[in-house]
């Protein structure tokens, strides 16, 4: 199974971005149950979780993100978004992309946001 992340960037605060996380050597009947899960990390911090999204459509963010960061899926093109509005200096990390289940994590992409 492999994660790939997409749409990091470089955005000033109040900006907006959307990440993608393709899967890909899984096959549906695996994926669409799948809690799939955004993290992201800092240099010198744990790995922390943003956002994560059931099989079921059962949501769960953190505090920080909450009312400007949405997770959903496309579970027909086995990929995971995560729509980020009002973006802050402190969202500022590594995002990546997880597996609950099956444990897969993606290689990361990077977002930066400047004040």
């Known amino acids: 199974v492999q994660l790939v992340e997409s749409g990091g960037g470089l955005v000033q605060a109040g900006g907006s971005l959307r990440l993608s996380c393709k899967a890909s050597g899984i096959i549906t009947s695996v994926f669409n149950p799948n809690t799939v899960a955004w993290y992201r990390q800092t240099p010198g911090k744990q790995r922390e979780l943003v956002a994560s999204l059931t099989g079921r459509s059962s949501t769960n963010y953190a505090d920080s993100v909450k009312g400007r960061f949405t997770i959903s899926r496309d579970n027909a093109k086995k990929t995971v978004y995560l729509q980020m509005v009002s973006l802050k200096a402190e969202d500022t990390g590594v995002y990546y992309c997880?597996?609950?289940?099956?444990?897969?994590w993606g290689q990361g992409t990077q977002v930066t946001v400047t004040s």
């Open positions: 997880h597996l609950e289940q099956t444990g897969e």
